[in-house]
């Protein structure tokens, strides 16, 4: 896979021709940081035991889509890093809307991007030692029988070729634009980032149903993000603000 942006932006490029969690190899590799230094990116595009959030499993066809994971070291401080796979989503919804002008690109909080209200990304962080690793998973080349779900989409099924080297290099440059400028100003409402997401957010406005933990479902209107990137969800005229680690799904109701 010849991808000369990608790595004119990324500290360290490796390209797998398959792997089983590209999270889990980078997690790996991290525990030398000289040769994995902050925005060291893994990828292939074939894997194998991929997973997403609360441990589901992630598989595709090989040469299907790309698994993308990043390593961050130049983080944010404790209390903003919740904001890093908004950030990703944002990112990544960013370098999709530049190959699909025509179509509507958002993000589903806390981890999807959509086109067309279908997904087509899905991310996941994970904290290591001194470090984050963002994953995430695009359908490029995807066909519609190889869609895991009705609600999926990829570049192919909206009839075009994925530019997946041009894709990759905005995505980096944006997170790494974003992450920075949390990092500096220390909250994401002052640094821009909780604007460009909330700029983003297409469950911003819906009435949701959320399922939680111990089978605790909440239903009401998602009506913003608050400083700390938790959704802020009315029901009964009390809002409550939702984390993203509290949540099994969030759906529309």
Not at 50 to 67: D, E, K, V
Not at 106 to 119: E, M, Q
Not at 199 to 208: E, H, S
Request: charged content about 20%; glycine content about 8%.
């Amino acid at each position: 896979m010849d991808l000369p942006l990608t790595a004119a932006v990324a500290a360290h490029l490796e390209v797998l021709n398959d792997a089983g969690s590209t999270n889990e190899i980078l997690s790996e590799r991290a525990r030398e940081p000289l040769s994995t230094p902050h925005l060291s990116v893994l990828l292939t595009g074939n894997q194998t035991a991929g997973r997403g959030r609360l441990g589901r499993s992630w598989t595709a066809a090989p040469g299907a889509s790309l698994a993308v994971s990043v390593l961050l070291r130049r983080l944010p401080s404790p209390s903003a890093r919740g904001w890093i796979p908004l950030a990703a989503g944002a990112a990544m919804a960013n370098a999709i809307a530049e190959q699909l002008p025509d179509h509507e690109v958002a993000v589903k909080w806390p981890n999807d991007v959509l086109v067309d209200g279908r997904k087509i990304c899905g991310i996941l962080a994970q904290a290591t030692q001194d470090a984050v690793i963002v994953g995430t998973g695009v359908n490029t080349a995807m066909t519609e029988s190889q869609l895991p779900v009705p609600t999926a989409t990829s570049f192919a099924v909206l009839g075009t070729r994925a530019d997946s080297d041009r894709l990759l290099a905005a995505y980096l440059r944006e997170l790494d634009r974003l992450l920075v400028e949390l990092a500096a100003v220390g909250d994401a409402v002052s640094s821009g980032l909780h604007d460009a997401v909330s700029r983003r957010c297409a469950t911003i406005g819906l009435d949701v149903r959320v399922s939680l933990p111990g089978d605790s479902v909440l239903v009401g209107r998602a009506t913003a993000l608050d400083d700390d990137g938790r959704l802020l969800v009315l029901a009964g005229g009390v809002e409550t603000a939702i984390s993203a680690g509290d949540v099994v799904h969030v759906r529309p109701a």
